[in-house]
């Protein structure tokens, strides 16, 4: 097959979805930076993460897979754990986040698939909300959309490069506005997280 077509199928399978967006740097923090987009269809605005951290696939993979340790990591998750492992790289988890007074925490399905070339030279992890797989609980407010993809490569044997973007309808009765204005902080908060969880 000729080169170009390589790098067509490249482009359309390592960057779903990149033309619908319309990204704006919103923060900045050693060398992380958050993007916000607005999204056709959702009041609510897509966020973008990029950065380089000092890592490698097996660490990255071995904190994304040790759901229970998430509150550690990732901004105001309360709790999570396993519900059903398919296999080691294929899982759907629970997930709760505290929201501050007056509103009630929210909770999340998310079934996470984390793939990788032979090679491999390349990782992608994809989150897709499934609401209807735990029974909603009647002090949370369930989720209703949620997509998280992930596309990693090592530009050296000791860093990784994520790109990260978040599509997501926290459900409920939070006001967009409200909402938007937040969007940035839990992204970054996370993600300088996780760059201290992989150099250990």
Known sequence: MPRSFHVL????LFNPCSAQFNWELSKQKDGI???????????YKAVKVECTLTG??????SILTNVPQFSKWIYNTKASWVLKQNTPLDLIYYSETHMPWPLS???C???MKIK????????TIVGTGEPDLFPPILTKVRVPFYRANWKVTMPTAKTIHITYILEIDPGGDIPAFIANSFADKGPLGTFTNLAERLKK
């Open 9 to 12: 199928l490249f482009c359309i």
């Open 33 to 43: 930076s958050v993007y916000l987009s607005d999204v056709a269809g959702s009041v």
């Open 109 to 111: 399905v998310i079934h």
């Open 105 to 107: 925490n929210r909770d």
């Open 56 to 61: 490698t696939y097996v660490k990255l993979v």
């Open 116 to 123: 990788t070339d032979s090679l491999p030279r390349f990782l």
